[in-house]
């Protein structure tokens, strides 16, 4: 390997679980975020302005990162589907208005924290309620305005490693339990299978089209395309692993298969959090490439064990400590965690440097900036002298 390598050379050998110069950064994708707050204080620190358009990142909208990222010397960039033209992007500072978006589901601000309230789904569902419910249209062209000037600007113009930022808030799961509440979800899954099945089918041609007309635009540029599902708790699944291989795990195959023709070059990422080494081999079957956040204090996701046992198949990301670490530690505690995962899930490749979750409010600027100069510092391959 070269003893410098580009950003999207780095990430190139990473995700063939190949050793680069060293273990590319992370900012900016699904539970890699920053709160408001934070971003705030790493743009007055850096003396960096605003860009005017703020950014859809799921659910919610953030300022757009790529001049702090710039300052933190991060190697990705991502590109975002837009808005549909009725969705409010709202600050997470100040006023806050709440709005009913176009999947029924309405955005509130609760205690601080971004909340989808609503459950339109979730009385008396049946096949027919499914069929007429007033589905999003994924081909809105407003949803692709201005996408393709920018993914060529990235791709032309600069050398970082481009991730498709997923363009839908989630994925089935997700958006099962968004559109019908947590309790009728699993409730679907044990005592209701054939409307879960059809309501999964529905969300899948609806999801599908989202991923269809982004890829259509971005898919030659990007090496990354992200998704989002949670099937964890703290203590383990959220339900039963089998409803993943009967119901979800079909249609997130072809899925799949859809991406990778639209995205040739490109790698899978699936965000999921909690404690879900049971869900892992079937992850792989249906064709997942990448696992982000690695919570590694939860049961069955240490992350020496994941590396071990799924690490010829997986690239992971994530990992660094956010619950007593990076929000509570000294700089020198920041360094020790970055090398510790550096060292435990990066020989061979195979890893991308990343908190266990979003920066929150309560990592201060210090710990933040000694993260990032962490991974430029001990990142370095050969990782043993």
Not at 105 to 118: K, N
Not at 185 to 204: E, P, Q, V, W, Y
Not at 220 to 234: F, K, L, R, S
């Amino acid at each position: 390997m070269p003893d410098v390598m580009t950003p999207r050379e780095r990430v190139t050998a990473v995700l063939n679980h190949k050793e680069p110069d060293r273990v590319p950064i992370t900012l900016g994708g699904s539970a890699n975020h920053l709160t408001e707050q934070r971003y705030v204080l790493l743009r007055d620190h850096f003396g960096v302005q605003d860009i005017p358009r703020r950014t859809l990142v799921g659910f919610y909208t953030t300022p757009d990162y790529n001049p702090v990222l710039d300052k933190l010397g991060t190697d990705f960039r991502f590109i975002h589907i837009r808005p549909p033209s009725n969705y409010i992007s709202n600050s997470m500072i100040g006023e806050f208005k709440e709005f009913v978006d176009e999947w029924g589901i309405t955005h509130r601000l609760v205690s601080g924290y971004y909340d989808l309230h609503g459950a339109p789904l979730g009385k008396d569902l049946s096949i027919e309620k499914i069929e007429k419910y007033p589905w999003p249209d994924p081909y809105d062209p407003v949803r692709l305005e201005g996408v393709k000037e920018e993914v060529e600007h990235l791709f032309y113009n600069t050398k970082y490693a481009i991730v498709a930022h997923r363009p839908v808030y989630g994925n089935l799961w997700e958006m099962t339990r968004a559109l019908v509440g947590m309790e009728n979800a699993l409730l679907l899954t044990i005592s209701n299978t054939h409307i879960f099945d059809h309501l999964l089918g529905k969300l899948a041609e609806v999801l599908d089209g989202f991923y269809d007309a982004f890829l259509s635009v971005v898919g030659p540029y990007v090496q990354i395309v992200e998704m989002a599902d949670d099937y964890g708790t703290n203590a383990g699944p959220m339900f039963n692993p089998a409803v993943y291989t009967k119901f979800l795990k079909p249609r997130y195959k072809k899925s799949i298969e859809m991406i990778k023709r639209k995205a040739p070059n490109a790698k899978v990422l699936l965000h999921n959090d909690g404690a879900i080494r049971k869900f892992i081999p079937d992850l792989i079957e249906t064709g997942f490439d990448i696992l982000n956040p690695i919570e590694g204090h939860l049961r069955g996701m240490d992350p020496v064990e994941l590396k071990r046992d799924f690490g010829k198949d997986l690239t992971f990301q994530g990992g660094v400590d956010v619950k007593t670490v990076l929000n509570n530690g000294t700089i020198e505690d920041v360094r020790r965690e970055v090398r510790l995962r550096i060292e435990q899930m990066g020989e061979g490749g195979g890893y991308i440097l990343a908190p266990a979750h979003n920066f929150s409010n309560d990592i201060p600027l210090e710990n933040m900036l000694a993260f990032f100069e962490a991974g430029h510092d001990l990142g370095k391959y050969p990782l043993k002298p």
